[in-house]
């Protein structure tokens, strides 16, 4: 490659609003019904049905917008946007396009280089979800399930002001961030309660206009994004140097084969043929609506990591990365409420839990453990009822089952004997069934004594405090 | 001959009457036609609306979206300068529900008017992009 290339990506992000019914109708949006279950004349798009807004999803929406420094919408209203999809029963999307409810936002991102920019936000806008297809193989026809028909969602309109990956990583982590604490979505990538489509295209560095961008769908996770820019970068370059064009399009994202493809044809010409809904009414946004939702905001994550640090003793990355996702937070705050030492806390959240999240791809929004049941758990331990190893063997079954943890060491019989006949028993025996460490250690062989309290805590069955056992030997062996 | 454009809230239904006095002043209409639609647009309307036209019916739907455009124009005949866009007929804002859970499972009912359906779903040809 001679030349020095810039890639500029803007991005669409669709979240899923947490509401209890739909946007335009009542029924139900909880998860994982029965198809069809969840479902009335309104989002199946039976003609004479009308549509009514959930007061909530305005409110999520100006939540939203207010968080990401946009200007209110005053005058809003909705528009049909015009396809032909199976998905889609009424052969129109209710969305907005003339005025939708928050423009000319931002947020800020940390860059890669330590720096800060701003990300600006072109629009926030609310819509309505199609229905899910499925494809039968066997009968070779798909089948159409609506219960995801009229979800509500706003889709956040950045503008391109990303130049890479790590840029577009960053600021989908900033808007997840905002959206939790508002508590107006979970934000799930793999779940689809967060979706981003990803417009891409390509300039030689140090050029004033755009080259021409393509939109790439059906990124359900940051890899996958991370892949699908390389991959879409690598191409349109390809396609410069060897002098054709870069067409604009729609493609999709094949994450198992690494690569895109163009997904519409010429058939299906983009042009939405837009124009106002009549059945719903404008909203009109009064400065007492728009100060209840002002007054409504949470705190949002620089005012708790201030807080943090004012009120815990904990260190400064600990708070960076317990505030960074809402769910931890919550679980921080719960515990140390309950009683609990904020550090003790800190450490099983930065230790134990992120590590078995990590391991088992557990999203923070589905924990399952109570924060009672880590207050209990960190109890048990700094009365020394159990010791460390025992306590995490316990938080790995809580992590799964949110079991009781006084009740499990109870059942398992897992406390620590704090018996010290059988404790002096089994330390003489280990003495005596291991000559070789027991000389290694008295010729000034420190390590040997960790063997040592090793065996003396398998023959314990590990219930024995292991700081006491080390003292316990330590005695034995200089007499 | 009906040809109908439909989109749920709007139906334009274009109508040539079999009736002689309507067709004469079709027929004068479209002498005096200002928007003439071309081959190009009325392929594209087609593809767009999902209509397969025989080349009668497209000649057909030339005439008549002509002077449906025609009929649009006579608004801009109008001073609307000082007048606000509107969307809504009625002087109605704010019309709002609840986020209150009020409908329950009308599986039966919705699947009733399907003309195929497999595991409580709808059937349809199969898609895939």
Not at chain 1, 44 to 49: K, L
Not at chain 1, 406 to 418: D, M
Request: aromatic fraction near 6%; charge should be negative.
């Amino acid at each position: 490659m001679s030349k020095q290339y810039e890639t500029v990506i803007g991005l669409e992000v669709h979240v899923e609003l947490a509401t209890k019914t739909k946007i335009f109708c009542g029924c139900s949006t909880a998860f994982g019904a029965a198809p069809n279950t969840q479902t009335c004349p309104v989002c199946t798009g039976m003609p004479g049905s009308l549509p009514v807004l959930n007061r909530q999803v305005l409110e999520y929406a100006i939540a939203v917008g207010l968080a990401t420094n946009c200007d209110i919408t005053r005058y809003s209203k909705f528009d049909r946007k015009n396809y032909f999809y199976p998905d889609n029963p009424q052969n129109y999307q209710i969305s907005q396009l003339y005025l939708p409810i928050c423009q000319n936002g931002g947020v800020e991102i940390e860059t890669e280089q330590g720096g800060r920019k701003i990300v600006g936000i072109h629009e926030i806008h609310m819509e309505e979800d199609a229905g899910k297809l499925i494809h039968d193989e066997w009968e070779d026809c798909s089948l159409v399930d609506y219960n995801r028909s009229g979800v509500p969602l706003i889709e956040i309109v950045s503008e391109p002001d990303m130049r890479s990956a790590e840029e577009v990583i960053a600021y989908m982590e900033k808007l997840r961030q905002v959206i939790q604490y508002l508590g107006a979505s979970d934000c799930k990538l793999q779940e689809g309660s967060m979706r981003a489509d990803v417009n891409l295209s390509v300039r030689e560095a140090g050029a004033e206009t755009f080259g021409t961008r393509t939109e790439m769908k059906n990124l359900n996770s940051f890899k996958a994004i991370t892949r699908a820019i390389a991959g879409e970068t690598a191409r349109q370059i390809d396609l410069i140097e060897a002098g054709e064009r870069v067409v604009q399009e729609t493609r999709r994202w094949d994450d198992a084969k690494g690569e895109s493809y163009a997904m519409r044809s010429k058939e299906d010409a983009q042009d939405y043929r837009y124009f106002p809904d009549p059945d719903l009414t404008p909203i009109r946004v009064s400065e007492e609506m728009l100060q209840e939702i002002r007054e409504r905001q949470p705190e949002f994550r620089t005012e708790k990591m201030a807080r943090y640090r004012e009120e815990f003793d904990i260190p400064d990355y600990d708070i960076d990365i317990i505030t960074g996702e809402k769910p931890l937070a919550d679980l921080f705050e719960a515990a140390v409420a309950l009683g609990a030492q904020p550090k003790k806390v800190s450490n099983w959240i930065m230790g134990e839990t992120l590590r078995l999240m990590k391991e088992r791809e557990v999203d923070a929004a589905d924990l399952r453990f109570s924060p009672e049941h880590l207050a209990k758990l960190i109890a048990l331990t700094e009365t020394k009822q159990i010791n460390s190893s025992v306590a995490k063997e316990v938080f790995e079954v809580m992590f799964e089952e949110n079991t009781d943890p006084e009740q499990y060491v109870e059942e398992k019989g897992l406390k620590t004997v704090n018996d010290e006949g059988a404790l002096k028993k089994a330390a003489e025996e280990v003495i005596a069934a291991n000559p070789r460490s027991v000389e290694d250690y008295r010729n000034g062989k420190e390590k040997a004594i960790g063997f040592l309290v090793g065996q003396t805590m398998k023959a314990m069955k590990g219930k024995a405090d292991p700081g006491a056992v080390n003292r316990l030997l330590r005695e034995f062996l200089q007499k | 001959m009906k040809i109908k454009i439909f989109n749920r809230g709007i139906c334009v239904c274009a109508l040539l009457d079999t009736n002689p006095v309507m067709r004469k002043k079709c027929a004068e209409m479209e002498k005096n036609m200002a928007n003439m639609i071309n081959d190009e647009t009325i392929e594209y309307v087609g593809i767009l609306a999902k209509l397969e036209l025989s080349a009668e019916e497209k000649e057909q739907a030339k005439s008549d979206m002509g002077r449906m455009l025609d009929y649009i124009d006579k608004l801009g005949e109008l001073d609307t300068t000082d007048v606000e866009p509107v969307s809504h007929v009625f002087p109605v804002e704010n019309v709002f529900r609840e986020d209150v859970v009020i409908n329950g499972d009308e599986r039966e009912r919705l699947l009733s008017n399907a003309p195929q359906e497999k595991d409580g779903m709808f059937v349809v040809p199969r898609t895939f992009e």
